[in-house]
Nanobody
Framework: QVQLVESGGGLVQAGGSLRLSCVASGRTFSPNAMGWFRQAPGKERTFVGCINWNGGWTYYTGSVQGRFTISRENAKNTVYLQMNNLKPEDAAVYYC????????????????????WGQGTQVTVSS
């Protein structure tokens, strides 16, 4: 079992930055790929980005490429999502997710390939 807790959300003006954190506890954390997803009101949960177990590989959806960066510190069981140049359309609840068996490396955009989810943290971007 893995428990994920996100933090770092809040209200920011367009063009600003936020860093989200996701702390994992429970089973061994380091071998897992980790993903970030977001869900705006009335919309489906969509993929933001993913990082492999050692941080050597990352993958992002096109709309955040060049603005968002995922990193991880396995010694702290923590994954980060650094978000720069935020836009109003980035506003959503952001969720981190853990993949336990490597499926997310093959199809990182599929939320069905992640086994554990956090409770989410709200990001609001004012224009």
């Amino acid at each position: 079992q893995v428990q994920l807790v996100e933090s770092g959300g809040g209200l920011v003006q367009a063009g600003g930055s936020l860093r989200l954190s996701c702390v994992a506890s429970g089973r061994t954390f380091s071998p897992n790929a980790m993903g970030w997803f977001r869900q705006a009101p009335g919309k489906e949960r969509t993929f933001v980005g993913c990082i492999n177990w050692n941080g050597g590989w990352t993958y992002y959806t096109g709309s955040v490429q060049g603005r968002f960066t995922i990193s991880r510190e396995n010694a702290k069981n923590t994954v980060y999502l650094q978000m720069n140049n935020l836009k109003p359309e980035d506003a959503a609840v952001y969720y981190c997710a853990a993949d336990t068996d490597g499926r997310a490396i093959v199809t990182p955009e599929s939320k069905w390939d992640y086994d554990y989810w956090g409770q989410g943290t709200q990001v609001t971007v004012s224009s």
